[in-house]
Nanobody
Framework: QVQLVESGGGYVQAGGSLRLSCAVSGTIFSTRTMGWYRQAPGKQRELVASITSGGSTNYADSVKGRFTISRSNAKNTLYLQMNSLQPEDTAVYFC????????WGQGTQVTVSS
C-alpha cells in the first residue's frame, strides 16, 4: 500500500519561504508523475505543480515563478520550494500521483499572514 507523508508546513509572513517534503513508500516512485495539490478552506483541492519521471515540470499560473517542484528518486521524496508566499497560498498541501490518485496523506498546513 502506498503511503504519502507530507511535512515542512508552517506559519510565515507574506514574502517568506517554505520547503515542503513528501516521503513516498510502497511504489516505484521513480516511474511516477507526481504533483503537489492544495486545499484552502471552503475550496476544492487544486493541483499547483507536477513533475514527470524525467523531471519535466508544470505549474499553475497562480504559483508560476514562485514555487519550484523537484524530486529525489534516491530518497523517494518529492519537494516543493515555495518563495514569495502570499496570504492566498494559505492551504493544506498534499502530494499524490497525477491523474490516478492514491489514498491521500494527512497533508501539511501552510499559513501565510499579511
Amino acid at each position: 500500500q502506498v503511503q504519502l507523508v507530507e511535512s515542512g508546513g508552517g506559519y510565515v509572513q507574506a514574502g517568506g519561504s517554505l520547503r515542503l517534503s513528501c516521503a513516498v513508500s510502497g511504489t516505484i516512485f521513480s516511474t511516477r508523475t507526481m504533483g503537489w495539490y492544495r486545499q484552502a478552506p471552503g475550496k476544492q483541492r487544486e493541483l499547483v505543480a507536477s513533475i514527470t519521471s524525467g523531471g519535466s515540470t508544470n505549474y499553475a499560473d497562480s504559483v508560476k515563478g514562485r514555487f519550484t517542484i523537484s524530486r529525489s528518486n534516491a530518497k523517494n521524496t518529492l519537494y516543493l520550494q515555495m518563495n514569495s508566499l502570499q496570504p492566498e497560498d494559505t492551504a493544506v498541501y498534499f502530494c499524490n500521483r497525477i491523474s490516478i490518485n492514491w489514498d491521500w496523506g494527512q497533508g501539511t498546513q501552510v499559513t501565510v499572514s499579511s
